[in-house]
Structures are given as C-alpha cells and as structure tokens.
C-alpha cells in the first residue's frame, strides 16, 4: 500500500497551512482593565474565521499527521493502541469534571472513581495500595523510587545504588539518578534476560532496588523472576517493576505474584488515551502493604458512610496537584470497567499473538524469541532510522528504531492487540518493501509525507514553541 499525505501549501508560501494567528484579521481595542496599565496592551490582533474555514483548518492540520486513525502505529514499548472512542465520551461528561477543592461531602462520586480505580489496579498488579498522582510513567518511577528510599530510611538502612538491566528504558537510568543513588547497569545474557550470576555479584548492602521490566524491552518473559526476586530481597534491596510492558500480563499474571514490591502503570500505554508528543498520560504507583504509609498525601480511602482523602502516616508528600491527570484517570477507569476480567485477559492474549505472527511474517532477521507483546527486529545491514523512514511511504508509522542497544539496528515493533489480520499483513508487506530497497532511497525517504525528513536532533534540542518564532 502505498501513502500519499494530502499537503495543504499557503499560495505566497513555502510552508504549509498557515497558523490560526497567522491569518489575524480583526483588531480588538481593549477599554476597560483591571490590571495596571504596564501590563495591558490597547489593542490585540485576533483571527476571525468562518465557522467553516476553522472545521476546515483543523481537518487540513489533522491529515498532515499521522496517527492510529490513519494506519498501524507499531512504536515498540509505547503500546499505541487504538483507544475507543467511548473512553473520550465519559471523559468529557460534565460531571467528570467537577473542581477538586470542593467540600468532600459534595464530590463522593469523583472519590469513589478514584477509590475503585486504586482497587481495579491494585488487583490487576497485585499490589495492596494505589497512588493515582503522578502524570506519566517517568514520574511514577520517580515517585516508587522515593517511596523505596523513604522506606529505606524509615529503617535505618541508607543505601546508595539501583541496580538497572543494560535493556532497560532511558527513564529508569534518569529515574535512578534524579533520586540521588549510583546506578548500576546490569549486562544481558546471551539470551537477551536478566544473567541471575551478573545480578548475584552486582548487587548488596548498597542495593535500594533493582528496576525491571518483564517481559522485558525485548519481549522476553524473564523466567527466573522467582530467583531474581530472592537474590534482591535477601540482599535487603527491594524490587521495582516498569510497568510498562504490562500490556503483554494483562489479566494473566501480576507483578506482585513475581515478588515486586513497588511498580507503575502507563495507563496512557495500557488502558487507554492516547498519547505522543509528551502527553498526556498517568503513571499511578502500585505498592505492597509494607510500602503503603509512604505513599503521596492526598490519598482516597472509604470510611463509614463515603470516601475521604487523607494523609498516609510517612507519606513522600505531593508529587502532583490533586489525584493527577484526572480525564486520563476516567478513561482508563472506563476502559476497565468495559472490558472486565475476561476482556483484559483477552487484549494480553491477542496482543501476543499479534507479535508473535508478525515476527513470523516478516523477512528482517529477529534474533531472540519466543516474545510477548513485542519484538525485536534487526534492520543490519540497513541502517534502522532511514529504514523507519521508508516505512512512511507505504503508509504505516515506524516502529522503535536502534533501542535496546543489545539488537544491531534495532527496529522495536509492538503490533497491539488492535490490529487484525489485515492490518498485521499490511505491516509486514511495509516492512518487507522497505527491506529490499537500497540505501540511496532510505537516506532520501520519505518521499510522500506532508513533511520530509526533519532534523530530529535540532526538533528536539532547539524546539520553537511559539508562532511568533516563525517570523525569526
Ligand atoms: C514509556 C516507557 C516509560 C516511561 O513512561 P512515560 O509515560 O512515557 O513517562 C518507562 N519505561 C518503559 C519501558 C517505557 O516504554
């Protein structure tokens, strides 16, 4: 299949679909304010369009993107998938939305949300108690390894070291050293896991906690998680598990069971809400009993009667306003409560599969296995960026590209539990096209997009936020 972007060009102009602001055609005097004089203008430029050019603009905006709703989304470790629309709807409603300093007695149904959706998660994970403050899965590491050093320090037992598998996801290396401990990478075995030997010998007294994913960034079950789990404990370290890959448990197995004592959900990967771009998301912590009085203030419990907020006894303090990033929280309690225990063990179950036949399907080399949600394959000798590229132009989003550093040009595809079979076969034939081209077309890739190549690296380090940079 091949994918032509519509591209909307302003006719003066290089660019594409001028900006809103761009197009200001109504000057507004502004009279009476009640602020100083040295902080308001006398007039403000302002846009005046017609209801229609407005639907139009943003319709234009929408098909120079790309996004689940155009194709397949494979972006390995992101889980993006396809998010109903119905999770959007109950959001929206205005009684999701009530303001969060209203007396308690007036808000009981926004408690309880946040009472069930504790408990939902809490039984998914298999952990005792749920924090749902912090706004994404980076933040949720932050706030676990705070809770596991206040723990830490509540005993006496000042530790200075969190032991991190070389696999693992760039946040829990920053994670890690934002809270202040040395960190220390943990080399892979042969087959792409955790070597229990390696991990014997790295860690001890100075361990705080080993961060884990499982399966992990490979799509590998790490099978002596039992054994990985004992070595930390008896050691007086504790176990933080990245939650996530918990696309691929999901209903099936918890990490509490495996003996992790602290973790996060990416409720924007597995239970809806989209996400890219840097939101928004909510990354609630989950904790045994032993960890629960650490969690942040303010907390959700029933009493007689309703629901209250209250402190728990050591709790690490705020690390968000209020119960987090509240719509976010909706959705993936709707997301929940719609697909119920059968549902979710379903969504596991296919997203495996999915995985697993893609891999089977497609001619890139995929050197470890058998996998979970998602696969590693290796573009070599392509190189895996330009090879992401090229997958543009027939029409489907790359997946991950050169992460984790264990695959030689590594391309991290997570398929989801959302496509079908013909979505499955339309994403192999991508990958098999681009597979046979030659490295002329994929450093030149891609060709059909609204926007060719960008340069990533000055997008990310010099980024212009504002229209008004535009003009420089
Ligand atoms: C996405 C991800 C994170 C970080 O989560 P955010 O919600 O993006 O902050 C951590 N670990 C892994 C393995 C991830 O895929």
Avoid at 115 to 128: A, E, N, S, T, W
Avoid at 432 to 456: F, G, H, N, W, Y
Wanted: with cysteine; aromatic share 8%; glycine share 8%.
């Amino acid at each position: 299949m091949i994918f032509d972007q519509a591209r909307w060009t302003a006719d003066d102009d290089e660019r594409y679909e001028p900006l809103l602001s761009e197009k200001a055609d109504r000057e507004v005097e502004i009279e009476d304010s009640p602020l100083p004089d040295e902080l308001t203008r006398d007039s403000l430029s302002l846009p005046d369009p017609a209801e229609p050019e407005l639907a139009r603009h943003y319709t234009r905006l929408s098909q120079m993107n790309y996004g689940v709703e155009n194709g397949p989304f494979p972006l390995g470790s992101c889980t993006m998938k396809y998010n109903p629309s119905f999770t959007e709807t109950i959001a929206a409603r205005e009684d999701a939305a009530i303001h969060p300093d209203r007396p308690e007695s007036t808000m009981q149904g926004t408690l309880a949300l946040c009472h069930r959706l504790q408990d939902y998660l809490g039984r998914i994970g298999g952990m005792d108690a749920v924090t749902l403050q912090p706004p994404a899965g980076a933040a949720g590491e932050f706030t676990g390894i705070q809770i596991a050093k206040a723990y830490h320090q509540h005993n006496d037992d000042e530790r200075s070291e969190v032991v991190i598998p070389d696999s693992a996801h760039g946040t829990n290396f920053a994670t890690a050293a934002m809270a202040g401990y040395e960190v220390v990478e943990l080399p892979s075995d042969d087959d792409g896991r955790v070597d229990v030997d390696a991990l014997s010998a790295a860690v001890g007294e100075e361990t705080a906690a080993l961060m884990l994913t499982n399966p992990n960034t490979l799509g590998l079950f790490e099978r002596d998680i039992e054994e990985i789990a004992d070595v930390v404990h008896d050691a007086g370290g504790l176990l933080y598990y990245d939650g996530a890959n918990l696309n691929a448990l999901l209903g099936r197995a918890r990490p509490g069971d495996m003996g992790f004592d602290v973790m996060h959900y990416n409720v924007h990967k597995t239970f809806a809400t989209p996400h890219g771009g840097g939101g928004p998301g909510a990354g609630p912590v989950g904790v045994t009993e032993e960890l629960a009085e650490f969690l942040p203030d303010p907390h959700v419990r029933e009493v007689s009667g309703g629901y209250e907020h209250y402190a728990p006894e050591h709790s690490i303090g705020k690390v968000h306003g209020y119960y987090g990033n509240w719509p976010v929280l909706v959705k993936a309690f709707a997301y929940i409560a719609r697909l119920g225990d059968a549902g979710l063990a379903d969504a596991s179950a296919k997203a495996v599969l999915n995985a697993n036949y893609l891999a089977e399907q497609i001619s890139y080399d995929v050197p470890f296995g058998p996998f979970h949600h998602e696969f590693v394959a290796s573009a070599a000798p392509q190189d895996a960026a330009d090879a992401a590229k090229r997958m543009l132009d027939y029409g489907v989003h790359p997946p991950t590209t050169k992460w984790p550093e264990i695959v030689d040009e590594a391309l991290m595809t997570e398929p989801t539990e959302a496509e079908s079979k013909r979505s499955l076969d339309q994403l192999a034939a991508a990958f098999d096209a681009v597979a046979e081209e030659d490295d002329a077309t994929l450093a030149s890739a891609p060709e059909r997009p609204a926007a060719k190549r960008i340069d990533q690296v000055v997008a990310a380090r010099e980024p212009r936020l504002s229209w008004q940079a535009l003009g420089e």
